[in-house]
């Protein structure tokens, strides 16, 4: 049987070399591909999709209308990482505020009941790279995870298909089990 596949968005992470080697670690290919560079649909070649955070605004829907489109019309799981999230939370109607400076291991408390957090304990330590947070979920999602300055640490869409966090997961090893928690719902 083929591996997965998994299109990851590079939206100008730093970080797209890790990202790419979590999820190949985890027993998934991955191609990347440019925010601005996105296929209109995916033909049945990938079985999620992965947003990487992002140093461009959150706030450019126009930006980034062709993966928000992908993104709604793919059927398939999707993760939004640190700006990621933000875009995807953006485009539902979130509003982000600024907060302070996170760099760093941070602890969250995470919804154990959530699939996504299986393979973790009830607090997890993540890394954070950002000052831009969601302070509520917007209509359609539900908040899965909170921290003392973020509210919305991580998120889900109320059909379980869409989902985002804060933190870069692709860093620490609670950030690799959660990506594992992913996984599981496409394999």
Do not use: W
């Amino acid at each position: 049987m083929a591996q997965p596949r998994v299109l990851v968005v590079d939206n100008g992470t730093l970080s797209l070399p890790q990202l790419r080697a979590r999820f190949e670690q985890l027993g998934s290919d991955t191609d990347a591909v440019g925010a601005a560079s996105v296929p209109k649909t995916l033909g049945g070649r990938y079985q999620a999709i992965v947003l990487s955070g992002t140093k461009v605004r959150a706030y450019d829907t126009d930006h980034y209308r062709p993966l928000i489109d992908l993104v709604h019309g793919s059927g398939v799981p999707v993760f939004g990482i640190c700006g990621g999230m933000q875009i995807l939370a953006v485009s539902a109607g979130g509003q982000l505020a600024d907060g302070p400076q996170r760099v760093g291991g941070y602890r969250v408390q995470v919804d154990k009941e959530d699939p996504l957090f299986t393979h973790v304990k009830p607090t997890v330590t993540v890394f954070h790279r950002h000052t831009l947070y969601l302070q509520e979920a917007p209509e359609g999602f539900r908040s899965i995870g909170r921290s003392e300055h973020a509210p919305v640490e991580f998120l889900r869409s109320d059909d379980g298909r869409i989902l985002g966090s804060q933190a870069h997961l692709e860093f620490r090893s609670d950030g690799l089990e959660i990506l594992r928690g992913f996984t599981e719902l496409y394999r």
